[in-house]
C-alpha cells in the first residue's frame, strides 16, 4: 500500500531524469525516458522506452519532444506486427486522424479488431516522426493474425493500472488524475514517474500465467487495485521483446519503444534471455488476416471498445495538444459558439468570468493548471445557470465531438469499399459524422443516381442513409428525403458485403435474390424485396423476383399474406413510373394478387375475434389506398365489387363491416341514404352494445369530420347512446374511447360544438312573435331617409 502511495506521488511530482533508473548490458544502453548517461552512444545501442497512455495529449507532447532529443534510427509502437507495411500511408497529405487500423479474417469479416489513433494520439506522433525524419517505424504487439485468432476471453482486458494510482493520489476518477498529473502539464521526465509508478504496481499484482504471486504479494491490496499481470499480457509483452531483438540485430544503434505505460517495466534492458519468450510464443492459434487503414471518429475513441479505446473527451484531447497557447480561454470561446449556435444567450462577460473561475477552481485544488474538471464546473455554473441539458451539448459536441477522418483512396480495401468510394466521390456524397439530411428530386440524373447508391447499401446492411420526412412538402413520388451519417463500423459491414460482389450494384442484386431463394420467405417479403430492388435499380435481379413472386403468390392462400403484399407492389408501380422502370411485368403480378385477394377476402372476413378483425381491418384500408392510388379502372371496380359483398353480410365482424361501407360511400358506390339504412341496422336492437360500438369504430375511425358535417349521423349516434343503460355504456366505453381518441382535438371539439348547436332534447314549440307597427315605421322612416342621402 505505502509503495502504491509513493508511486502514485512520484508520478504526480515528475521525477527528473537523473532519478531514472538504468539497466545495462556489455554494449548497449537502456534508458526509461529520460536522458542517456553514456556519452559514447555511437559505440554502444541504446534503447529507450516510453510507457505512455493511449490517447493522451500530454504523453503525445512529451514523447515528440523526447525523440526530437534522442532522434532514434529504429521506432518500435505497440500495434500489431503485421501492420508495417500500413505505415506509410501515413506520410499521404489525404491521411487525416481520426483513424484506425483494421483487420479481419477474410473469410469471417464480422471476426475484426480496431486499433485506433488520434492526432493527439503517441502512437500518431511516433509515427508522424518516423514517416517525417525516415525513421524506420514498426509495430511490435502480437499479430493481427494471432489477435483475431485468440478467443474472445483471451484478448485481455483486466482492470486500469491508471485507476489503482489515482486512488493511492486520493482521486476517484483515472480520467481527472490523469489529466491534472500528464496532460495539463507536460514534461518528458513525467515517462520516468509513470515507468517508476507501473514498476511498483507490477511487482505488487500476482502474476495468472502460474498460478503464483511474485514475492511481493504480501503487500497487494486487492480493495485499491485489483491488477493481474494476466499470461495474455506475458504473451503479448514476450512478442514486443523479441521484436525488439530482432530490430537490435539488424543493426539499429538508438531504439525507441512506444508502449503502454503498464508494459514499459518488462522491456527496459537487460532483455534476458529469449529461450522463455520464445516457449510463451509457441503455439499460439493463428488465422488469415486482411489490415488496411478507416477513417475513425471522436465518438468511437470514447465508445469503450476496441484497443485503446474509453477515452472519455477526445474533443477536449484534441483541443489540448494542437492549442498549445492560452487553450482554457480558447476552449471556453468554442464553448460559447457552441450556446450561441442553439440561440442561447452567451457573452464575452461569461467567458471571462468562466476563465477566472477556471483559473481560482485549479489554484484551490493546488493543479498548475485548470484541467476539463474545472473547465466544466466553469461553463456549468457561469455559462449554462446551472442548466445539465446546456451543459449536454457542449459534451456531446466539444468534449467528444464528431470528428471524422480519412485515408487516401490507393489504401489497400475490398473492391466493393473502393466502388464505393469512387460512386461516392462521383455524386459528391461525403461521408461525414454529423447527420444531415440531403433532399433528392428524381427528376434529376444525379439524384436518382443518389437514390440507387443509398438503397443499395441499405440492402447490403450498410444504414449510410435513413428514409426521413423532409421538410419541402410533396405528395407525389419524385422527391425523397434522407438522414446521413457514416459510422465507422461501416466499414467492416462493407468487408462482410463483399462477399456478395466487387460492385455496389452486383452486390446487391445477388444478396437480394439469395434472401428470394430461402423456401420461408412469405410473399409480403419478396413485395417489398422487389420494392427495394426497383428502388435501387437492380435490373438483375428484377425479373427472377417477379418470377419468384408470382409462384410464391400462386401457392400462398392466406388473404392476409397478399394483402400485405399489394400495397408495396403498387408503390413499386407508381416508382417505376417516374424513374422510367419497365413495370408490364410487375402490373400482371399485381393484377392476379387481386384477383386472389378478391376472391378469398369474403371468407376470410368470418369468425374473427376483435383483434383479428382489427388486424384485417388495416390491411384492407393500406390495399384499399393502394388501389385507389393505381388509379386502374378494372382493378377498382372488381375491389369495390368484393367491399359491396362484406357491406351486405350480417355475419361480419362490424369492425369491417363499417368499414367496407364507409369506403363504398366514399368511393360514392352507397348514398347517404343507404348508409343511413345500414347504420340503423347495425344500431338495431338485435345486436349487442359491442357489436354495435365496434360497427361505429369501423364505420368512423380517424374520420371525426363525418359527425360535424352529417348532422343526422351524429343524431342517429347520438340517441344511440342516451338509450344504453349504464352497464351497456360501461362495456362499449373502451371501444368507443379508442373511437372518438383517434379524432384530431380539433375534430372533437367541433363535434361538441355541433351537438351544443343540435341540442339532444326536443325542441319546444315555436311560439309567434308580436309585431310592433310603431318600432316599424320608426325603421321604415330610418331607411328611407339614409336611401334619400345616398340618392
Not at 493520489?169 to 517508476?196: K, L, Q, T
Request: with cysteine; glycine share 8%; proline share 6%.
Amino acid at each position: 500500500m505505502s509503495q502504491r502511495k509513493n508511486a502514485a506521488h512520484s508520478a504526480a511530482g515528475a521525477t527528473t531524469p537523473d532519478d531514472a533508473d538504468v539497466h545495462r548490458r556489455p554494449g548497449s544502453e537502456a534508458v526509461v525516458g529520460g536522458a542517456a548517461h553514456d556519452k559514447s552512444v555511437d559505440a554502444v545501442a541504446v534503447t529507450r522506452v516510453f510507457g505512455i497512455r493511449h490517447h493522451g495529449p500530454g504523453s503525445a507532447r512529451s514523447l515528440r519532444h523526447a525523440l526530437e532529443e534522442f532522434r532514434p534510427d529504429a521506432i518500435l509502437i505497440e500495434g500489431p506486427a503485421d501492420a508495417d507495411p500500413l505505415v506509410g500511408f501515413v506520410a499521404a497529405d489525404t491521411m487525416a486522424p481520426p483513424v484506425a487500423l483494421l483487420a479481419y479474417v477474410p473469410d469471417s469479416p464480422a471476426r475484426a479488431a480496431f486499433w485506433p489513433f488520434a492526432v493527439f494520439s503517441p502512437e500518431w506522433q511516433a509515427m508522424r516522426y518516423g514517416v517525417d525524419h525516415a525513421v524506420p517505424v514498426r509495430f511490435c504487439d502480437l499479430p493481427a493474425t494471432n489477435v483475431l485468432a485468440a478467443e474472445d476471453n483471451a484478448r485481455g482486458g483486466g482492470s486500469d493500472p491508471l485507476a489503482a494510482l489515482a486512488a493511492a493520489a486520493g482521486y476517484d476518477d483515472a480520467e481527472r488524475w490523469w489529466d491534472a498529473v500528464v496532460e495539463s502539464v507536460p514534461d518528458s521526465a513525467a515517462f520516468d514517474a509513470i515507468a517508476e509508478a507501473m514498476a511498483a504496481l507490477r511487482e505488487d499484482a500476482p502474476h495468472s500465467a502460474t498460478g503464483t504471486a511474485p514475492p511481493a504479494a504480501e503487500h497487494y491490496d486487492p480493495s485499491i487495485a485489483p491488477l493481474i499481470v494476466d499470461r495474455h499480457t506475458l504473451v503479448r509483452e514476450a512478442h514486443m521483446r523479441q521484436v525488439m531483438r530482432q530490430v537490435l540485430k539488424g543493426g539499429a544503434r538508438r531504439l525507441a519503444v512506444v508502449c503502454g505505460a503498464w508494459h514499459a517495466p518488462a522491456l527496459v534492458e537487460p532483455l534476458g534471455p529469449a529461450a522463455p519468450d520464445m516457449r510463451l510464443l509457441k503455439g499460439l492459434p493463428k488465422t488469415k488476416a486482411a489490415l488496411t487503414w478507416v477513417p475513425w471518429t471522436h465518438s468511437r475513441l470514447a465508445a469503450d471498445s476496441g484497443y485503446g479505446a474509453g477515452v472519455t473527451s477526445p474533443g477536449w484531447y484534441h483541443h489540448l495538444f494542437t492549442e498549445t497557447e492560452r487553450p482554457v480561454a480558447r476552449w471556453l470561446t468554442k464553448v460559447a459558439g457552441v450556446l450561441r449556435a442553439h440561440d442561447l444567450p452567451v457573452s464575452s462577460a461569461h467567458i471571462i468570468e468562466a476563465v477566472r473561475l477556471a483559473d481560482t477552481l485549479a489554484a484551490l485544488r493546488g493543479r498548475p493548471l485548470p484541467g476539463l474538471s474545472e473547465v466544466t464546473e466553469a461553463v456549468r455554473s457561469v455559462m449554462c445557470g446551472g442548466d445539465e441539458t446546456m451543459l449536454r451539448l457542449v459534451v456531446d459536441e466539444l468534449v467528444v465531438g464528431e470528428t471524422l477522418g480519412g485515408v487516401p483512396e490507393d489504401t489497400p480495401t475490398v473492391p466493393l469499399a473502393a466502388d464505393l468510394r469512387a460512386r461516392s466521390k462521383t455524386l459528391r456524397l461525403k461521408q461525414e459524422a454529423l447527420a444531415r439530411n440531403v433532399d433528392l428530386d428524381l427528376r434529376k440524373e444525379r439524384d436518382v443516381e443518389r437514390s440507387h447508391l443509398l438503397h443499395r447499401l441499405r440492402l447490403l446492411g450498410i444504414a449510410w442513409g435513413t428514409p426521413t420526412t423532409g421538410e419541402v412538402r410533396s405528395t407525389g413520388t419524385f422527391r425523397e428525403t434522407w438522414t446521413l451519417r457514416w459510422e465507422p463500423e461501416f466499414e467492416v459491414r462493407i468487408v462482410e458485403a463483399a462477399i456478395w460482389g466487387t460492385t455496389l450494384r452486383t452486390a446487391a442484386e445477388t444478396k437480394i435474390l439469395d434472401t428470394a431463394s430461402r423456401d420461408d420467405v412469405t410473399v409480403t417479403a419478396l413485395a417489398d424485396a422487389l420494392e427495394m430492388a426497383l428502388l435501387a435499380d437492380l435490373g438483375g435481379a428484377t425479373e427472377g423476383l417477379i418470377i419468384r413472386l408470382e409462384a410464391a403468390a400462386a401457392l400462398d392462400h392466406d388473404v392476409t399474406h397478399l394483402l400485405g403484399a399489394l400495397p408495396g407492389l403498387t408503390r413499386t408501380l407508381r416508382y417505376g413510373d417516374v424513374r422510367g422502370t419497365d413495370t408490364k411485368a410487375l402490373a400482371h403480378v399485381a393484377d392476379g394478387l387481386l384477383v386472389r385477394i378478391c376472391a378469398g377476402l369474403p371468407g376470410a372476413v368470418t369468425g374473427l375475434d376483435a383483434d383479428a378483425a382489427q388486424a384485417l381491418r388495416t390491411q384492407i384500408d393500406a390495399a384499399h389506398t393502394a388501389i385507389s392510388t393505381r388509379d386502374d379502372e378494372h382493378a377498382t371496380t372488381e375491389w369495390l365489387a368484393t367491399l359491396q359483398r362484406i357491406a351486405d353480410r350480417d355475419d361480419v365482424h362490424g369492425a369491417i363491416g363499417g368499414r367496407a361501407v364507409r369506403l363504398l360511400c366514399d368511393a360514392e358506390r352507397i348514398d347517404d341514404a343507404g348508409s343511413a339504412r345500414r347504420l340503423a341496422a347495425a344500431l338495431s336492437i338485435g345486436n349487442t352494445p359491442a357489436a354495435k360500438a365496434a360497427w361505429i369504430d369501423g364505420f368512423l375511425g380517424g374520420r371525426g369530420l363525418l359527425l360535424v358535417h352529417d348532422r343526422e349521423l351524429l343524431r342517429r349516434i347520438d340517441e344511440w347512446l342516451r338509450d344504453l343503460n349504464e352497464d351497456q355504456f360501461v362495456a362499449t366505453l373502451p371501444l368507443l374511447r379508442r373511437t372518438f381518441g383517434s379524432f384530431e382535438s380539433g375534430e372533437r371539439r367541433a363535434i361538441s360544438q355541433a351537438l351544443r348547436d343540435t341540442g339532444s332534447a326536443p325542441t319546444a314549440a315555436h311560439t309567434p312573435t308580436a309585431i310592433d307597427p310603431i318600432r316599424g315605421q320608426l325603421a321604415l322612416r330610418a331607411a328611407t331617409a339614409i336611401l334619400g342621402a345616398a340618392g
